[in-house]
């Protein structure tokens, strides 16, 4: 388990499957209505308990396993997050379709008020995490942690400004409002920002992963460099027509049929 292949092919299928469960359980709440959506963001808890218990387990521990229980257990803490913004228990205060023509300033709050309380709650386990385990030995849970925290606020700022391609399939019902406000456009100047960071981190990852000699540094810096260059990829499908839908569309339930709506608020500053 301490061959980086291994670690990296554990991260591929780590990063699939755990999506895929994922929007398997949003897309049953969808078809089952607003409380499902509650219930199972709430049954869901003791992933995220499970997490943070995981995490700060491995935090003193060395080697391969605890390598990929750190990489599991940072996996668990944004699931869960993730699992209760998808079922829109934990989104923004502002569950509005975005208007046209607005001021670009008035436009960008109101794509904050979206997301608000998901990103102060990221943002509040982030900083966390770091505070509790910085300095330990096994850090590879708070990096992997770290890793999809940057790459999400990246990946939210370059919709928002625009991206040529943007897949709304997986969009949930709850979420319905949100698409509004991405912008289909050409390349924004974040994009070159991103995927030179990514790329930059993944090279990192693999500098350190060459020059790693203990079986559980080499099994950590493996994961590592595997869900940076996944993120990598994610942003990349922002740009190239690859149908990467594929990866979960045949799991999943057909979608509750629903009619678009274009509720919007006009009245009231930014929309709140």
Not at 46 to 66: C, E, I, N, Y
Not at 82 to 101: H, K, Q, S, W
Not at 124 to 150: H, I, K, M
């Amino acid at each position: 388990m301490a061959n980086p292949w291994i670690a990296a092919l554990f991260a591929l299928f780590a990063w699939w499957f755990s999506t895929g469960a994922i929007l398997v359980v949003v897309r049953h709440a969808d078809r089952a209505g607003r409380r499902a959506r509650l219930a199972c963001t709430v049954l869901a808890l003791p992933l995220l308990g499970l997490g943070l218990w995981g995490f700060a387990q491995t935090l003193g521990q060395d080697g391969s396993a605890a390598a990929y229980w750190a990489f599991l257990s940072a996996l668990a803490i944004w699931g869960w997050v993730e699992l209760a913004f998808l079922t829109g228990v934990i989104t923004g205060p502002n569950l509005y379709r975005c208007p046209d023509n607005l001021p670009e300033a008035e436009r960008f709050v109101r794509a904050w008020g979206t997301v608000a309380y998901h990103e102060i709650l990221l943002t509040g386990l982030l900083v966390g995490l770091w505070l509790f385990g910085a300095g330990a030995e096994n850090t590879f849970g708070l990096w992997t942690f770290t890793t999809l925290y940057f790459a999400r606020i990246s990946a939210k700022l370059n919709l928002y400004f625009g991206v040529p391609r943007i897949n709304t399939e997986f969009i949930p019902e709850a979420l319905s409002h949100m698409s509004s406000h991405f912008r289909v456009s050409r390349l924004n100047w974040v994009f070159p920002i991103s995927v030179t960071a990514l790329s930059y981190a993944s090279a990192c990852w693999l500098e350190r992963l060459y020059a790693a000699d203990a079986a559980g540094a080499i099994t950590g810096f493996a994961l590592l460099a595997a869900i940076t260059a996944l993120a990598l990829l994610e942003h990349w499908l922002m740009v190239l027509p690859l149908p990467d839908a594929k990866l979960w569309r045949w799991m999943l339930p057909a979608p509750k049929p629903t009619t678009t709506s274009n509720t919007t608020r006009p009245e009231g500053h930014h929309g709140f």
